[in-house]
């Protein structure tokens, strides 16, 4: 009953290096999201995904990739991280985008350091 | 554009206290809203969620939350507070294109002795 996997839990990454932080449910959910989650500021949609092949933006994209080719994973690329990139991000689906009633199941976050 | 407003970014009570935290959100269209809490170094949670119906929500770990559209608002409340609920604790509303979830900034509980 693995739910939502991010890997890897925890990260530090110099500046203007890349990476791509990794997230694979097992629920086979359409909808998929990233959110970045920063003190006193909760949590902020980066991208996401309403099936695979279908990407759209949050409101917080930039500096941030992502792709779809599958149901089961929706990973998130840095381009080139900035200390402004630190954070812990998580990674959340749901059964349906569609329908608004719909919870969202969330990994446990990756701990990101930018120096 | 759709927004969630929580009230009081730290909430301290004692053990075996009530429980209130405020949420409040701007939704052009019939809100769904949901509470969510997050403990230390996890990922977050669903404590409830109004869609339609019943205004009186119930929700588990014994809170509930009230949906009232004349005041836009949905506060979490418990009757008796429990050292484990300390948490932090985040609002969400879903709507608009592709129903994203849009979430409060969330108020950190501490409980007491």
């Known amino acids: 009953n693995a739910g939502v996997t991010q890997t890897p839990k925890f990260q530090v990454l110099k500046t203007g290096q890349s990476m791509t932080l990794q997230c694979a449910q097992d629920m086979n959910h359409e909808y998929m999201s990233w959110y970045r989650q920063d003190p006193g500021m909760g949590l902020r949609l980066i991208h996401y995904s309403v099936g695979a092949g279908i990407t759209d933006q949050g409101e917080v994209p930039n500096g941030y990739n992502v792709s779809r080719s599958t149901t089961e994973d929706f990973p998130l690329r840095l381009l080139s991280a900035a200390p402004s990139q630190t954070s812990v991000y998580f990674c959340?689906?749901?059964?349906?985008?569609?329908?608004?009633?719909?919870?969202?199941?969330f990994g446990q976050g990756t701990r990101l350091t930018v120096v | 554009a759709q927004s969630v407003t929580q009230l009081g970014s730290h909430v301290s009570v004692s053990e075996g206290a009530l429980v209130l935290l405020r949420c409040n959100y701007s939704s052009s269209v019939p809100p769904y809203l949901f509470w969510y809490v997050q403990y230390p170094n996890q990922g977050l949670q669903l404590l409830l969620k109004y869609t339609t119906g019943a205004t009186l929500v119930k929700g588990i770990n014994g809170f509930e939350a009230e949906f009232k559209k004349s005041e836009t608002s949905f506060h979490l409340t418990k009757p008796s507070a429990h050292m484990s609920d300390a948490a932090e604790y985040f609002c969400a509303v879903s709507s608009g294109g592709y129903n994203k979830l849009i979430f409060g900034a969330g108020t950190r509980l501490a409980v007491h002795p």
């Open positions: 959340a689906s749901r059964p349906d985008g569609a329908r608004k009633n719909t919870e969202a199941f």
